[in-house]
């Protein structure tokens, strides 16, 4: 078990990847493991849905960012195109996690 841990944390890691390493840290079931990332997940994507943010210390801050509507050009006709305004997912990386990256 400890082998497949150390694996991946060199890999691109997934949800299913990450669900296995909670379980290997922190003992339980798997089925337990996934309820706790996908409670992680659901947690962080319900405080932005309402607009607000996620600060983790040490980690970053997950956030909503309004982009205003503008007009953009189809690469395939040219033909100028209106694109409406929305909101897109941010994270801002905190100074932990980009010294611990670099």
């Known amino acids: 078990m400890v082998e497949i841990l150390q694996k991946l944390l060199f890999i691109n890691m997934n949800k299913q990847a990450l669900a296995e390493w909670v379980h290997g840290k922190l003992g339980g079931t798997k089925v337990q493991a996934e309820e706790i990332v996908d409670g992680l997940f659901d947690a962080i994507v319900s405080t932005m849905k309402k607009g607000g943010e996620v600060s983790i210390a040490g980690f970053g801050i997950f956030s ?18 209106k694109v409406a305004a929305k909101k897109v997912p941010k994270f801002r990386a905190a100074k932990a996690l980009k010294d611990a990256v670099a």
Not at 64 to 81: D, F, I, L
């Open 64 to 81: 909503v960012k309004g982009r205003a509507a503008r007009m953009a050009r189809n690469p395939k006709t040219g033909e100028q195109v």
